[in-house]
């Protein structure tokens, strides 16, 4: 949709404010220019041509010149309300250190092009209610409003806020302006919090990851010059007919059985209509009333630790649509521009049981599905690429009525384009609250889709979904029903692999490993087969975890790699568990080999082979290393005799700065402790 603003260019505006100024000055001429004194005066030449000179006070005509050019560029080109809502938020409105006003806040960002649904009164009151939120009580006067007609089409229309009753100019309050992403949640009381129940419930798309598209043979694959992964049947050309990618169909049946979802075996594909300007066919190829998936369900942690079971509604295989691209061209402002390299991308929408009651619940979810979708192999699951995309339901309720089971939900919202399972969980902290603060205020949620804004932190209407979309679904009449039978069920699930949560189990109870650091290790499956392949090898599995967990991931961490970019191997740390489990090297000799691998990008053995760094594990050497410092810190001795027994730390260090790190720990700080005890009390 074209704003106000595109459809007239900066060129327009000012010639219509040159052309109101002129008139200004007319005007303001006829009325005033009469009362100037003026001089006029003929003078007669020889050849009897009467030249007229005329002079005036030429300082007071020209005076009315920047007035009005002031009064016309004030109207022609600002229209009025920007300078209004201006001067409003610098008088008497601006009595706030960083509040400001809904109206004001919307009105210069979208320069008088605010979208509130078909026009009339009832849907500028709902518009306006939704932004009844929590603030100061003191309401602005606005002047004009600009509103979108039925047809989808900005109108140039005005409609003032005063034919409207004064209830309505009451919606409009105060509310602190979101600057953060991390101060998304308005400031609502913990009492009012408690009485409200959010419901939650999230509809994720994931692109699979095939060689090519979902019924074409056209490439899948991310990026390229737009427009040339397309074919005739992609881009909906007449007589082109689909082909269903048998891949995509393995794909869906290994994701939707790694999600606990039942395959049916005979699944139906369906034509869903709707108009939108990437989707050249006019329609979807998707899944309607028999989805290849249904009925599964992930486990996630609530907030008390506990296993709460989160049911999965259905799965279901579709195509993607194309991308409309809004920035990045000259003239972006009045064009969008169309790439279908992604049109017929091979996808699958996992949608969930409104089972998730907070943010955190919905952040724990996606983080398993993204887990146990990157474990099949089925997507790469790049939210920065789309390869997942995620929309939110949500709403509240109240816990009373959620007690009775047999209350309705509340009014949900849906936040689409969050391109991140933070932003996600910020999205929804904020959208709770803004559908709590409507009802506090005894105001109405309504359905719509909102967009989640980072740079702001918050949400915006995007369109109304008050009225239900028909999608007029009816067979796709050139693809026969999708069978999938027993056999090839059978021959597709023998490539499943453990999925995490019983690779944490089994972890746990093979190699002895805390719960923590089998759920570090079982990240990805590829983390998980390199653990699982040095501790079959090395000398104690359990060091190797120790390694991985506390040396080798905050290394990776801070130099942002992954485990596959690591330039210490699994073999290298194999051979480091082993020397620091034999005692060959302390824990520092350790870090300091790695520190150097990691700096050289060399692996371990390299580094070792290089370094040879030795130990010192003679009781003889370690004993008269002992002795030399007891002799040097006479006044310590003295601490330690006296009951202060801590002291014995600071003569391990001193023993192990002699010995340049290489003194067997645990033997040095035996005899520390014994020839100091030898000593006796003072």
């Known amino acids: 949709m074209m704003s106000a603003r595109s459809q007239q260019t900066e060129l327009e505006r000012i010639i219509e404010a040159l052309i109101f100024s002129f008139f200004t000055y007319i005007c303001y001429f006829a009325v005033f220019g009469a009362q100037l004194p003026l001089e006029w005066s003929v003078t007669l030449t020889s050849n009897g041509v009467a030249p007229f000179n005329f002079s005036v006070h030429r300082v007071r005509l020209l005076s009315l010149v920047p007035i009005s050019v002031i009064l016309g560029f004030v109207w022609g080109y600002v229209r009025g309300h920007d300078l209004l809502l201006k001067l409003l938020r610098k008088w008497k409105f601006t009595q706030r250190s960083s509040r400001e006003s809904v109206w004001s806040d919307v009105f210069l960002n979208h320069r008088g092009n605010v979208q509130v649904g078909l026009g009339d009164g009832r849907s500028i009151l709902g518009w ?31 409609v003032t806020a005063t034919c409207y009753s004064q209830k309505i100019r009451n919606q ?48 899948n ?28 169909v393995e794909f869906a049946v290994l994701a939707a059985r790694a999600i606990g979802c039942e395959i049916r075996e005979t699944s139906i594909f369906s034509r869903k209509n709707y108009f939108y300007p990437d989707s050249p066919k006019g329609y979807q190829i998707s899944q309607f009333d028999k989805p290849i998936g249904e009925h599964g369900a992930i486990t996630i942690p609530d907030a008390d630790g506990q296993p709460k079971r989160i049911g999965i509604t259905r799965l279901h295989l579709e195509e993607d649509a194309g991308k409309s691209l809004h920035d990045g061209f000259p003239d972006s402002s009045s064009r969008t521009y169309i790439d279908l390299n992604r049109c017929g991308t091979p996808l699958v929408e996992i949608v969930s049981e409104p089972d998730l009651r907070t943010p955190d619940e919905a952040f724990e979810y996606l983080t398993r599905l993204k887990e146990i979708l990157l474990y099949t192999g089925v997507s790469d699951c790049n939210m920065e690429e789309g390869s997942l995309r995620c929309d939110a339901n949500v709403s509240v309720m109240l816990r009373s009525d959620w007690n009775d089971r047999g209350a309705a939900f509340g009014t949900k919202a849906e936040v689409k384009n969050v391109n991140s399972f933070r932003y996600i969980r910020s999205a929804l902290e904020y959208e709770i ?22 740079a702001e932190g918050r949400t915006f209407s995007m369109r109304s979904k008050e009225a239900a979309h028909d999608y007029r679904y009816f067979p796709e009449p050139d693809l026969p029903p999708l069978v999938v039978g027993p056999t090839w069920q059978a021959e597709i699930l023998r490539s499943l692999p453990e999925l995490p949560e019983a690779r944490r189990a089994r972890l746990i109870a093979d190699y002895g490993l805390s719960l923590q650091d089998a759920a570090t ?50 073999a290298g740390l194999v051979l480091a568990a082993d020397l620091a489990e034999s ?22 053995p390299a580094v070792y082979e290089r370094e040879k760094p030795q130990q010192i594990s003679d009781s003889s050497a370690i004993e008269a290393i002992v002795d030399e410092v007891i002799v040097a810190n006479p006044k310590q001795v003295d601490q330690y005799r006296g009951g202060k027994k801590t002291v014995a730390a600071f003569f391990v260090g001193q023993a192990m700065r002699l010995s340049k790190g290489q003194a067997n720990p645990a033997l040095l700080s035996d005899l520390v402790t014994r020839k100091l005890d030898a000593l006796g009390p003072l």
Request: glycine share 6%; net charge positive.
């Open 128 to 158: 306006l209610e939704q932004y009844a939120e929590a603030g100061d009580e003191r309401t602005v006067f606005l002047s004009r409003a600009a509103w979108v007609a039925d047809d989808g089409r900005t109108s140039t229309s005005r």
């Open 172 to 219: 409009i309050r105060y509310v602190p302006r979101r600057r953060s992403i991390m101060s998304t949640a308005l400031t609502l009381p913990a009492e009012v919090l408690a009485k409200y129940q959010p419901v939650i419930g999230l509809e994720v798309h994931v692109q699979l990851l095939t060689d090519s598209k979902a019924f074409c043979g056209c490439l």
């Open 221 to 248: 694959r991310y990026g390229g010059e737009p427009n040339t992964h397309v074919c005739p049947t992609c881009l909906g050309l007449p007589g082109a007919l689909p082909v269903l990618n048998r891949r995509a």
């Open 433 to 454: 609250d803004r559908q709590i603060g409507i009802l506090e205020d005894g105001g109405r949620v309504i359905q719509e889709s909102r967009l989640w804004n980072n």
């Open 521 to 570: 290790l079982t990240t990805t499956r590829a983390f998980a087969d390199g653990f699982e392949t040095a501790a079959k090898v090395a000398k104690n599995p359990r060091r190797v975890a120790a390694i991985l967990t506390s040396e080798l991931t905050p290394r990776l961490r801070a130099q942002n790699l992954d485990q596959a970019d690591s330039p210490v191997s699994f």
């Open 583 to 604: 005692g060959a090297i302390s824990s520092k000799q350790l870090k300091q080999l790695l520190d150097s691998a990691f700096s050289s990008n060399e692996d371990f």
